[in-house]
């Protein structure tokens, strides 16, 4: 019977259906679930019981299994929006891109390398920062600035900084290669390790793919350059910053130069427009007295208007007809056929670098002619037409022999001009003039016209040298002592330097970077001209014949207009000698005075005779 139950119970409970008896085994199931009522009956009654009345439970314990509850609900469902996000968003961008038209797909990765490239900018500026910090301040803690422990470690830091900036323009290319060309040009204030390393960007940058060149051609002439041309050499001659130049041959055998910009340029400007500004805004928030954000702001019209090539093409003829008069300057012919907003032909001209001196003296032109006419050249532009070249860098200068045997300048790359106006120039005519002159009362007058309060610190800025009032002669390659002032001028002296910066016309920051320019060309090549000198001698006949044209209508009188600047020229020469001679008569009377024993010299007057 026991044995008959528990097969039937395992039955039951195993297969868990309806079992269908046989009136034989009736009454032994009727007593299988007699007994199982009976047994589990209490049970049924006790939970029946519970589900009426739950045990009671606390209410901090119910609030936080409910807070529990609804905390992980939150992490679920924050999880899987992460997840979503970081899945669809990669996705729906991917789709986006495949469907894109090429030119679209080119906007989208801009912007994807817009971020990189401020983040580049970001994190060179954070390291050299913190480098210069960490130098100075626990490296050469307690060490005396001259000696060599010192010396060394500072080189070393100026080094890395300057690798860093390097390769941070490089890879970022565009605009950042074109600010690193125009620090080169400060090498009286920046130590010699930027200035040896940053002159690599003169002729750096990023050589692009052939598709992209073919892709840029089609866009602008729905031609590729096999079309366009007879010849097309895809590998390029040279790489600026904002283009790369090729050679070809028109169709009737022409040698020409093509000048290509990069295809994204255009479309990442603004982009890295704002990542400086907003770089800018972060150093001057570090450093109060370090805004340059204002120079971004007023040059990025003119920088803009540089990545128009037809502009630039009519910025060479209108150059090439203001200096038609100097038969030693030479203007590549714009072929506007096969030219566009970012495609520029011209005239293929040979020639070397202006800087690359053994190749000049190979050559057997002369090193003092070839700096007397660059100096005569962006003077005349400066001084007397007043559209001016604000990227003369050696690479955009080359130097070849011309028709007379002697040195020809051939000028490159007119995309980045700036005009002084006629009441400037001649203001700044007669500031230069009186600089020479040691002229004092006539160089505040002068700087005042030009909206500058502070003189002085002006006049030093624009000749980038110091002024001794004692003495009229400049000489072009600073000493120790002259390179120290100027570096400390720039450091100590900062705040004034900017108030003059923002004073005067905003023109005349490209002013400053032209003449800044010259100067490191004209010291790159043993600085075998008086600069100075030169200039003045410009800005007298520049400011000659501004008076000329000025007078209504006897300018059209060539003979008026040559006698009045000969007569310029003759005065300011009289005037110079004279000093001269005063000066050097005054020291030999000082001398001869001195050695009799009938005046006695203090300190200041024998640092005024030597």
């Not at 600010?179 to 940058?205: M, W």
């Amino acid at each position: 019977m026991a044995r008959e139950t528990s097969r039937v119970m395992q039955s039951a409970n195993n297969n868990n259906r309806v079992v269908l008896l046989d009136p034989q085994n009736y009454q032994l199931y009727s007593d299988f679930y007699q007994i199982r009522n009976n047994k589990f009956g209490s049970c049924l009654h006790h939970m029946a019981l519970l589900r009426r009345c739950p045990c009671p439970v606390s209410p901090l314990r119910s609030a936080r299994s409910f807070s529990s509850l609804r905390e992980g609900k939150r992490r679920g469902l924050l999880r899987k929006t992460l997840l979503g996000i970081s899945v669809g968003l990669p996705v729906a961008v991917g789709v986006r891109y495949a469907v894109s038209k090429p030119r679209e797909r080119r906007k989208m990765r801009i912007v994807i390398e817009g971020f990189g490239r401020f983040c580049r900018s970001l994190s060179v500026g954070l390291f050299i920062s913190v480098d210069y910090w960490w130098t100075t301040n626990v490296t050469l803690r307690g060490l005396d600035e001259s000696s060599p422990s010192h010396v060394a470690a500072m080189s070393a830091c100026h080094q890395r900084a300057a690798d860093h900036m390097v390769e941070g323009a490089v890879k970022n290319g565009g605009i950042y290669i074109k600010l690193g060309q125009g620090l080169c040009s400060f090498n009286h204030l920046l130590p010699p390790e930027y200035i040896r390393t940053l002159q690599v960007l003169e002729d750096k940058a990023l050589n692009r793919k052939y598709k992209e060149v073919d892709a840029l051609f089609r866009e602008d002439f729905n031609k590729t350059p096999q079309q366009l041309f007879k010849s097309f050499d895809h590998e390029p001659i040279a790489a600026a910053s904002l283009a790369q130049v090729h050679k070809a041959e028109l169709c009737d055998g022409t040698p020409v130069a093509v000048k290509v910009q990069y295809i994204d340029l255009r479309d990442r400007f603004e982009g890295d427009i704002r990542t400086l500004e907003i770089l800018l805004d972060i150093i001057k928030f570090m450093h109060p007295s370090f805004g340059f954000r204002w120079v971004l702001q007023d040059l990025k019209g003119t920088l803009a208007q540089e990545l128009d090539f037809e502009n630039e093409a009519r910025n060479s003829e209108r150059c090439a007809e203001e200096l038609k008069h100097f038969k030693f300057i030479y203007i590549p012919k714009v072929f506007w056929e096969q030219t566009s907003k970012r495609v520029l032909t011209a005239e293929f001209c040979e020639g070397c670098k202006i800087s690359n001196v053994e190749e000049i003296k190979r050559q057997g032109l002369s090193l003092k002619d070839i700096a007397d006419k660059l100096i005569r050249t962006f003077a005349e532009q400066i001084f007397y037409t007043g559209f001016i070249h604000a990227d003369p860098h050696p690479g955009n200068v080359l130097v070849r022999r011309g028709p007379d045997k002697k040195a020809q300048l051939v000028l490159l790359d007119h995309g980045l001009y700036e005009y002084l106006s006629q009441q400037d120039r001649a203001a700044l005519c007669r500031l230069w003039r009186s600089i020479i002159l040691r002229d004092e009362a006539a160089m505040e007058k002068y700087a005042n016209a030009l909206g500058v309060k502070q003189y002085f610190l002006f006049c030093e800025m624009l000749l980038q040298r110091p002024i001794n009032m004692r003495e009229l002669g400049l000489s072009n390659i600073l000493s120790r002592e002259e390179t120290t002032y100027m570096r400390d001028m720039a450091i100590h002296r900062f705040e004034s330097i900017m108030q003059v910066l923002k004073s005067m016309p905003r023109p005349m920051l490209l002013v400053f970077r032209n003449i800044n320019t010259v100067r490191s060309i004209n010291i790159s090549l043993g600085a075998p001209v008086d600069r100075y000198f030169v200039m003045a001698k410009s800005a007298v006949r520049g400011w000659g014949k501004i008076q000329a044209e000025s007078t209504g209508t006897l300018p059209k009188l060539w003979l008026f207009h040559w006698m009045r600047t000969t007569w310029e020229s003759v005065k300011f020469e009289l005037a110079l000698r004279s000093e001269m001679a005063m000066m050097s008569l005054t020291h030999s009377l000082l001398n001869l005075l001195s050695y009799f024993g009938l005046v006695s010299l203090d300190a200041d007057m024998y640092d005024y005779l030597r």
